[in-house]
């Protein structure tokens, strides 16, 4: 079988390599040529360069192609079946193939008959993910576990590919708050539950007001679990066949902060709709341990450092609300993603004696800065540009009670827990 990957995102790289471990061959094309394809780890056994008016790269692995700076409509045509890139889905490029009948959701349809729960939201989507499938399989279900490619999943492609394959009793899908139609055409979901809504992907949504709408749509005719105090309830409510309420959860936790008493409550209240006892669920969530890249606690020296992804303001307001930070630690975001600075209008609120900046999703420091600046804040703001600078400034820090290393770039910040795992090891 061949698939054609249009768009090599995160998503589409993702798709490309499962469906390559799934023995499929691939045809992948990306408008842009400046992909990075080191993650494929693959012998290229022929590259071809075309510089006409706009520059063309082909390059040919095992049972690989890939397109750079073109799309090949012949080899798509002739591919048994077609896979888009979620950020391309609403796109009048995609249009074209939504009726071909040969998108991969639907030459491959098995997932489609297996009970499936949808997790959305801004904030706690993975953590609550992890807690549901951990309930799910204490209580003797088979769990097929995955979605967006962006919060650390195999991405929704290997979802599809993976429940053809195997024998499950549930699907559990991580929404992005960004792919809300495309995962509405995907997955047929019996169960969908809402996180919370926050500032975050404005520069997609626009206001909060149109994200709702967004939200509305999925939950059409569907069983919905949402925040008892969820803002828009009632819009919800007219939209969905049934809803069901969550609160924070009361439970002795490992994991640490009211957000995650909140994802524990979610968990629970889904737990208990799919008809599981609440003493599975409770011994369950009271041993549940922290998601990697998920908020950390390292003891070192004097100090207690948080640490973990928390890439907009409501993620750093619901950290920052419940403990006074000497020294805050932010990863920067993408030159698009202008929104993302609101984290720092949230630290400086906040008046941490010290803020660090250093490269999160992309070296945007210097936007960083400038934000910083129109803030007027008065303590001390120094760069960190590569990972053992950023560890210099935690030990010369760490004699202060609490230290904040957080904001974007989710891979950045896995390395960081990890290097002050080994640090503390030696020092404590």
């Not at 169960?191 to 992907?201: E, P, Q, S, Y």
């Not at 939200?215 to 059409?220: D, E, G």
């Not at 309420?245 to 889904?270: C, H, M, P, W």
């Not at 004696?353 to 250093?358: E, N």
Request: aromatic residues 8%; hydrophobic residues 40%; negative net charge.
């Amino acid at each position: 079988m061949r698939a054609a990957v249009i768009g090599l995102g995160v998503e589409g790289k993702k798709a490309s390599k499962s469906l390559l471990n799934h023995g499929w061959s691939v045809y992948a094309s990306d408008l842009e040529t400046d992909i990075d394809l080191k993650e494929f780890n693959m012998p290229i056994t022929d590259i071809n360069v075309k510089t006409d008016n706009t520059e063309q790269i082909s390059i040919i692995a095992d049972n690989l192609i890939v397109d750079l700076g073109t799309n090949n409509i012949n080899e798509i045509n002739d591919s048994d079946a077609i896979v888009l890139s979620p950020s391309m889905w609403n796109s009048k490029f995609a249009n074209q193939f939504k009726l071909s009948g040969k998108l991969l959701q639907d030459v491959l349809d098995k997932h489609r008959k297996i009970f499936t729960i949808g997790v959305t939201g801004t904030n706690g989507k993975t953590t609550s993910v992890y807690m549901i499938k951990e309930i799910l399989e204490a209580s003797g279900k088979k769990v097929l576990v995955g979605g967006n490619a962006g919060g650390g999943f195999n991405g929704y492609y290997d979802i599809i590919l993976e429940a053809e394959e195997g024998d499950y009793d549930v699907i559990l899908v991580e929404v992005c708050d960004m792919t809300l139609s495309f995962c509405q055409y995907c997955f047929n979901f019996d169960l969908i539950a809402l996180t919370n809504m926050g500032n975050d992907h404005m520069d997609v949504h626009k206001s909060m007001d149109n994200y709702a709408e967004e939200l509305c749509t999925i939950f059409k005719h569907k069983h919905i679990v949402i925040n008892e105090n969820q803002e828009y309830a009632d819009k919800f409510e007219k939209s969905a066949s049934h809803v069901s309420r969550f609160k924070e959860s009361d439970l002795n936790l490992k994991v640490i902060g009211k957000f995650n008493k909140l994802n524990a409550g979610l968990a629970t209240e889904v737990a208990h709709q799919m008809g599981i006892p609440d003493s599975i669920s409770n011994k369950v969530l009271e041993n549940f341990e922290a998601v990697e890249g998920r908020l950390k606690v390292y003891k070192l020296f004097d100090s207690e450092i948080y640490v973990g992804k928390t890439d907009n303001s409501d993620a750093v307001k619901s950290i920052f609300d419940e403990k006074y930070f000497y020294a805050a630690f932010i990863g920067t975001p993408r030159p698009n993603e202008q929104h993302r600075l609101d984290i720092l209008n949230e630290v400086v609120k906040h008046d941490p004696k010290v803020i660090v900046l250093f490269p999160g999703l992309a070296n945007t420091i210097n936007m960083a800065l400038d934000r910083i600046n129109q803030l007027e804040y008065d303590g001390e703001v120094y760069t960190a540009h590569n990972l053992d600078e950023l560890i210099e400034y935690v030990a010369e820090f760490a004699h202060e009670d609490y230290i904040f290393i957080g904001g974007n770039g989710q891979e950045i910040i896995i390395t960081i827990q990890e290097r002050l795992e080994e640090l503390c090891k030696v020092c404590n």
